[in-house]
């Protein structure tokens, strides 16, 4: 199995550095410690192979070596962040898990659920002997699809060694972008940073005080980083590269942060929870542009649209309709525009503003009305409107005391010559509240 080619290598890096939290710094081996103890905890508690376990936890030497235990145990695990507790009861009813562990600082905790009757797909899963992890959609409308994973097809990618750096566990321990961090930093010998929060400050604390090499984050994450100016207060020189995904990147945002950080290798990634994260490969450095691939992926573009086939697929949703095609195509639904072989994302056709039949991409004027002093961060979204089908709205964190109307006049000013008409937002709105969630994710 797949997963003792993982468990051998980390025995292999020994005492090497392999996670750093809480200002501790432990050793693959301690990691390792982790997981002997969980695997004898899974036998005291009575975990089966084959039952479907929900993980609730973040990124520690517990959470991981529970992690590796379940799936070493031939379970099916939901990892879930503390930061989607929320969520928890929704999530369980969607898989019907087994059962319920929650990591804590002083130990742990679980629940049975008693019989459960599974999805058909994760019952057809384990009736083969499946093993893999479920992941939810992050939408914040409607309800979230559960995504079924086999380990074996998901992790196959890291067998491939590759330079692993000091990184921050930024994403989420239940997101595909934190995942992907922590199958291929503990794959290949690198050291994870956990941090304790995720606040510019927080951030830029942990890289000066641990010599970061790579923070992997959300375009959010980063405007939000530029706007504060956090970085200015902490020695930063440790960074190699910075990569960015999980929603578009903005022209101006990505000017500012290549002015910011000029030795620092900027990397876009692609990746959505149903694919897993693909090799992508930008332009040069500071470019949106990016050609996306890598061994047993294939793209094409159908109507402006990106569809996937892939290797590293999921298995399926457990609650919504099977999304591929008669030959594996997955729609994306990401819009693209192309030159050759690179693409550039320019936003989720869900999000496309038609106004009178003419298409406003939000990235496009997002990326404008960040150029005003005046604007901290801004969503644009389109909303219904009788005559024209949709007009364009803003709604804007300021810099400065200003009231709607008085923004709405400067935006207008300030957007000729650079927007058409029709671009334009028609409605400004002024919000005291950030504009991305816990995730550090665009709220549209």
Same mark, same amino acid.
Request: charged share 25%; glycine share 10%; aromatic share 8%.
């Given at each position: 199995?797949?997963?003792?080619?993982?468990?051998?290598?980390?025995?292999?890096?020994? %005492?090497?550095?392999?996670?750093?939290?809480?200002?501790?710094? @432990?050793?693959?081996?301690?990691?390792?410690?982790?997981?002997?103890?969980?695997?004898?905890?899974? *036998?005291? =508690?009575?975990?089966?192979?084959?039952?479907?376990?929900?993980?609730?936890?973040?990124?520690?030497?517990?959470?991981?070596?529970?992690?590796?235990?379940?799936?070493?145990?031939?379970?099916?695990?939901?990892? =879930?962040?503390?930061?989607?507790?929320?969520?928890?009861?929704?999530?369980?009813?969607?898989? %019907?898990?087994?059962?319920?562990?929650?990591?804590?600082?002083?130990?742990?905790?679980?629940?049975?659920?008693?019989?459960?009757?599974?999805?058909?797909?994760?019952?057809?899963?384990?009736?083969?002997?499946?093993?893999?992890f479920i992941l939810f959609t992050s939408g914040t409308t409607g309800v979230p699809k559960a995504i079924l994973h086999d380990l074996s097809r998901f992790i196959g990618r890291? *067998?491939?060694?590759?330079?692993? @750096?000091?990184?921050?566990?930024?994403?989420?321990?239940?997101?595909?972008?934190?995942? #992907?961090?922590?199958?291929?930093? /503990?794959?290949?010998?690198?050291?994870?940073?956990?941090?304790?929060?995720?606040?510019?400050?927080?951030?830029?604390?942990?890289?000066?005080?641990?010599?970061?090499?790579? @923070?992997?984050?959300? +375009?959010?994450?980063?405007?939000?980083?530029?706007?504060?100016?956090?970085?200015?207060?902490?020695?930063?020189?440790?960074?190699?590269?910075?990569?960015?995904?999980?929603?578009?990147?903005?022209?101006?945002? /990505?000017?500012r942060l290549h002015d910011r950080f000029p030795q620092v290798e900027l990397r876009q990634t692609y990746g959505l929870s149903e694919m897993g994260i693909l090799r992508a490969k930008s332009v040069h450095s500071g470019s949106a542009w990016l050609k996306i691939g890598g061994e047993g992926v294939e793209t094409r573009i159908? #109507?402006?649209?990106?569809?996937?086939?892939?290797?590293?697929?999921?298995?399926?949703?457990?609650?919504?309709? #099977?999304?591929?095609?008669?030959?594996?195509?997955?729609?994306?639904?990401?819009?693209?525009?192309?030159?050759?072989?690179?693409?550039?994302?320019?936003?989720?056709?869900?999000?496309?503003?038609?106004?009178?039949?003419?298409?406003?991409?939000?990235?496009?004027?997002?990326?404008?009305?960040?150029?005003?002093? !005046?604007?901290?961060?801004?969503?644009?979204?389109?909303?219904?409107?009788? @005559?024209?089908?949709?007009?364009?709205?803003?709604?804007?964190?300021?810099?400065? +005391?200003?009231?709607?109307?008085? =923004?709405?006049? *400067? /935006?207008?000013?300030?957007?000729?010559?650079?927007? !058409?008409?029709? %671009?334009?937002?028609?409605?400004?709105?002024?919000?005291?509240?950030? /504009?991305?969630?816990?995730?550090?994710?665009?709220?549209?």
């Amino acid at each position: 199995m797949i997963l003792d080619e993982m468990l051998e290598k980390m025995a292999l890096y020994g %005492q090497r550095e392999a996670m750093i939290t809480d200002g501790e710094s @432990l050793s693959y081996e301690s990691i390792l410690e982790q997981y002997r103890l969980w695997t004898a905890i899974l *036998r005291d =508690l009575g975990i089966r192979s084959g039952e479907v376990v929900m993980l609730e936890g973040d990124y520690s030497p517990a959470a991981s070596g529970a992690l590796l235990a379940l799936l070493a145990n031939g379970n099916v695990a939901i990892p =879930l962040s503390p930061q989607a507790g929320h969520k928890r009861e929704q999530f369980m009813s969607i898989a %019907q898990a087994n059962k319920y562990i929650a990591v804590t600082g002083t130990g742990y905790r679980m629940a049975d659920r008693g019989p459960v009757e599974h999805p058909e797909l994760l019952k057809d899963f384990l009736s083969a002997g499946g093993t893999g992890f479920i992941l939810f959609t992050s939408g914040t409308t409607g309800v979230p699809k559960a995504i079924l994973h086999d380990l074996s097809r998901f992790i196959g990618r890291y *067998r491939s060694p590759r330079p692993a @750096l000091r990184t921050i566990s930024f994403l989420l321990f239940d997101h595909i972008g934190g995942i #992907n961090t922590w199958f291929h930093t /503990l794959f290949n010998g690198g050291t994870i940073i956990c941090p304790s929060g995720r606040m510019p400050e927080e951030i830029c604390a942990l890289i000066e005080r641990h010599r970061v090499e790579l @923070l992997p984050a959300s +375009p959010s994450f980063l405007n939000l980083l530029l706007m504060t100016g956090a970085d200015q207060a902490y020695d930063l020189s440790s960074l190699k590269m910075i990569t960015y995904g999980t929603e578009v990147m903005s022209d101006s945002t /990505l000017e500012r942060l290549h002015d910011r950080f000029p030795q620092v290798e900027l990397r876009q990634t692609y990746g959505l929870s149903e694919m897993g994260i693909l090799r992508a490969k930008s332009v040069h450095s500071g470019s949106a542009w990016l050609k996306i691939g890598g061994e047993g992926v294939e793209t094409r573009i159908v #109507n402006d649209v990106l569809h996937i086939r892939s290797q590293t697929a999921m298995i399926g949703y457990l609650n919504a309709p #099977n999304p591929f095609d008669e030959e594996g195509w997955f729609n994306t639904q990401d819009v693209v525009l192309q030159d050759g072989e690179h693409i550039r994302i320019v936003g989720r056709k869900s999000e496309i503003i038609n106004v009178g039949g003419r298409k406003v991409y939000p990235l496009e004027v997002e990326g404008v009305l960040l150029q005003m002093p !005046e604007i901290r961060d801004v969503t644009v979204k389109g909303e219904a409107n009788p @005559l024209l089908g949709q007009v364009v709205t803003a709604s804007v964190n300021v810099n400065v +005391p200003l009231d709607a109307r008085e =923004l709405k006049r *400067r /935006l207008t000013e300030f957007c000729r010559g650079k927007l !058409e008409d029709f %671009q334009i937002p028609v409605k400004v709105a002024v919000l005291e509240g950030e /504009l991305f969630s816990e995730r550090y994710k665009k709220t549209r």
